[in-house]
């Protein structure tokens, strides 16, 4: 085990922001934090890498404590926060450089390891450029590259996608991908998006309200849903009356409306079609589409929280 | 190390304009300054003239009858008070007062003075011929010489009575508050340049710091505030720096840093050696650029210079530590906001404990004592007193002074520096 959390509690003003969470990551794992906004995920990261003090719990390095010893993580970790951490009145070359030279990397190959990164961010042509200058996108890459200067054992990535172009974002999968195949780095990779995780992440983590509400791969995951169907349904009209009378059927779990239809979650093997027909016809409707759809993690939350990832 | 400043210069010349207004500002008040206080009569003195009338109400030969007398019958051997002799008959004080008034060339183009009777004075005065009397109170003679030359401490002052205020009387206050400090000053070099009297004999208190803002001699009043302005003007410094480490917590690239196990030395030596460089070359760019422009210190020696580059020198290690302390303190404190204000209001209370508002004669001694302890009090006194005394200024004590202040900024800035962000 490289990182294990033993009832790691952070509070704010007396709430538990973070609240009693255990979870390890193993050498060269690739491990996914999953979790809506406000769920404690970057209070779990900063603590983890030594940024603020736990209110409770540990945090251990191949067993040993780092809250009294900080410098044993901070040596082997490449934190992406989730906030860019960059000089905007500097370039980007100059920022890699800046901190290649704090983390101690050696003169004789700081140089080539920028050009290095500055590839593999997709940056060469615009180093030069001050960080100010760049979009959104160009600024979370070179937020990555900064941390990737003394080649660190482990990567904690703290939703290094928002609120970029999907070109950046493909790049920056990609780049986390490799760094986890080819270089063997260990990936913690936190975010709201769970098709990243789901890309990425061998192992997950869903995270709620400061705790951990389930873990495990994918597959063990989705197996919470083996219980469950998730069906969608169209129909010709709809009404909050239709919804509330679905609710109303024995095996329904949970309905809610989404962009294309109504999402019904229900208890398997029951015979749920005949009920929902019955339902929505004697509402006066009509249904026009229907299939049952393989749970994903999404679902997965939406069955262990009753709201969604982007609530 | 070399990194931090690096960056830290790096980051200070993308942002020019601001520096160079940083550089600017004190040259460019300094000039004002001068024009404006130009206008009150250097450049044109017809345009003031303030009337004075000096009353004598010391019968100066019977005062210096009774020092001879007093000196006489001391405890002395016949050649220290031979010495004590003609060091009375050299400064007798009321005369030194008139050559102030009456004889000095730079005064009386803008101060007429003339002797009267008391009550002549009076008269004058309420039919708004006068702007001030100088009075100068019986037994003055006396009672000075004795403080200075024998060290009794007498309580005798010279009174002045001002019609109404002005810029021009307060001027005039300041000259006659000179006058009276520069005549422990001047005499207390000359004993000790004869060697030949003891320590004891000096004037209670010893040297007084000078801090007045009119002196027509050995400095004048745009030497004085050059350096009084300037000091305060660099002082901000430390406040802009720190300010540029708001910058580098709203970024967040302060998190970045700790997360690499950087000492906080490190860290704090960009700062700390770019508030130097900085500082340093703030002050030698006023001092050279206002001389070139003005002609403020025209007919100094290469010595005096030199001795300014390390008085400024050794300024500009103190604000550095400042700097060092001001970059902690807004690293710990939530509110870049109320950090700026912070910073803002020491840096005002130095200002005004320096002497950079308002003349330092006026305060209580306890405040007088924590003067000697600003950067920039001890800075403008010293260059005051080198303007005056070269070499012999007590340049060793007031740089180690200086010396320690920055080992002690610097020390608190270290202690201060937050090994992990404070939530
Ligand atoms: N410094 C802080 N002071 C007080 N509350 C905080 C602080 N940092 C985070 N929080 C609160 O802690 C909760 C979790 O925040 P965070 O860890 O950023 O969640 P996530 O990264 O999952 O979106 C939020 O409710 C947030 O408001
Ligand atoms: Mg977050």
Redesign the interface.
């Given at each position: 085990m490289m990182i294990e959390t033993v009832k790691l509690t952070k509070s704010f003003k007396g709430k538990n922001v973070v609240d009693e969470i255990n979870f390890y990551i193993d050498e060269g794992e690739s491990v996914g934090l999953l979790g809506p906004n406000g769920a404690g995920k970057s209070t779990t990261i900063s603590v983890i890498s030594s940024l603020i003090k736990p209110s409770a719990g540990d945090v251990k390095l191949y067993g040993k404590s780092i809250i009294k010893n900080p410098a044993a993580i901070r040596k082997i970790l490449g934190i992406v926060p989730q906030e860019i951490a960059l000089y905007e009145e500097l370039s980007a070359y100059e920022n890699l450089k800046f901190f290649g030279e704090i983390y101690k990397v050696k003169r004789s190959v700081l140089e080539e390891r920028i050009q290095e990164i500055l590839d593999m961010v997709g940056l060469r042509e615009r180093q030069k450029e001050l960080v100010k200058t760049f979009s959104g996108g160009m600024k979370r890459r070179v937020n990555i590259g900064a941390a990737l200067l003394h080649r660190p054992k482990i990567i904690i990535l703290d939703e290094p996608t928002v609120g970029i172009d999907p070109q950046s974002r493909n790049h920056i999968l990609e780049t986390v991908q490799k760094l986890n195949k080819e270089n063997g780095t260990t990936i913690l990779y936190t975010s709201h998006y769970m098709e990243e995780v789901e890309q990425l992440c061998k192992r997950v983590y869903i995270m709620d309200h400061g705790k951990i509400v389930a873990s495990g791969s994918k597959t063990e995951l989705l197996n919470i849903l083996s219980s469950e169907d998730t069906i969608k349904i169209h129909l010709n009209e709809t009404s909050d009356d239709i919804l509330k009378k679905i609710q109303q059927i024995e095996s329904v779990r949970h309905v809610d409306e989404t962009d294309d239809g109504i999402r019904i979650i229900s208890k398997k093997g029951n015979n749920i079609l005949s009920s929902l027909i019955h339902t929505v016809e004697s509402q006066g409707a009509e249904i026009t589409n229907y299939q049952i759809e393989t749970p994903s993690l999404e679902d997965v939350f939406l069955h262990l929280t009753g709201r969604t990832l982007r609530d | 190390m070399f990194?931090?400043l690096?960056?830290d210069l790096?980051?200070l010349w993308?942002?020019r304009k601001e520096v160079l207004i940083a550089l600017f500002a004190p040259i460019l008040l300094v000039v004002i300054l001068n024009f404006a206080f130009s206008d009150i009569g250097v450049d044109d003195p017809k345009n003031i003239d303030l009337s004075v009338a000096i009353v004598m109400e010391d019968d100066a030969e019977a005062s210096m009858q009774q020092i001879e007398a007093t000196i006489q019958s001391a405890p002395l051997s016949d050649n220290e008070q031979q010495t004590l002799l003609e060091t009375a008959h050299a400064i007798v004080p009321s005369d030194l007062l008139f050559e102030l008034f009456l004889d000095d060339s730079d005064l009386s183009q803008w101060i007429s003075a003339e002797r009267l009777t008391a009550s002549a004075a009076a008269e004058k005065m309420e039919n708004g011929d006068l702007d001030a009397i100088v009075h100068i109170p019986a037994g003055f003679n006396y009672d000075v010489l004795m403080q200075l030359l024998l060290g009794e401490v007498t309580d005798t002052r010279v009174k002045l009575q001002i019609e109404e205020h002005s810029l021009q009387t307060d001027i005039l206050y300041d000259i006659m508050d000179n006058y009276l400090n520069g005549l422990n000053l001047h005499l207390a070099l000359d004993h000790l340049a004869e060697g030949n009297i003891e320590g004891a004999m000096l004037p209670t208190g010893g040297r007084e710091l000078l801090n007045d803002e009119v002196e027509p001699y050995p400095y004048t009043f745009a030497q004085y505030f050059t350096m009084a302005l300037s000091t305060l003007f660099a002082l901000f410094i430390a406040s802009t720096i720190a300010s540029k480490t708001a910058?580098?917590k709203r970024?967040?690239?302060i998190?970045?840093?700790?997360?690499?196990?950087?000492r906080p030395v490190?860290f704090l030596f960009g700062k700390v050696t770019a508030t130097f460089f900085f500082t340093l070359l703030q002050l030698l760019f006023v001092c050279v650029i206002v001389h070139l422009a003005l002609g403020i210190f025209a007919g100094k020696s290469i010595e005096f210079w030199f001795i300014t580059v390390l008085i400024i020198t050794f300024f500009s290690l103190t604000v550095a530590g400042l700097s060092a302390m001001f970059t902690s303190l807004m690293l710990r404190m939530n509110s870049i906001n109320l950090a700026t204000g912070i910073f803002t209001m020491i840096i005002m209370l130095l200002g005004t404990l320096g002497g950079s508002f308002f003349p330092i004669g006026e305060m209580s001694p306890f405040m007088q004592s924590l003067v000697e302890w600003t950067p920039n009090g001890i800075t403008t006194s010293l260059f005051i007193e080198a303007l005056q005394y070269g070499t012999d200024a007590p340049l060793l004590a007031a740089f180690s002074k200086q010396f320690l202040l920055f080992i002690l900024f610097l020390l608190i800035g270290i202690f201060l520096f937050p090994?992990?962000?404070?939530?």
């Open positions: - | 990194s931090f690096k960056k790096l980051v993308r942002d910058t580098e970024q967040r690239v998190n970045r840093i700790i997360i690499t196990n950087t490190s090994e992990r962000r404070e939530v």
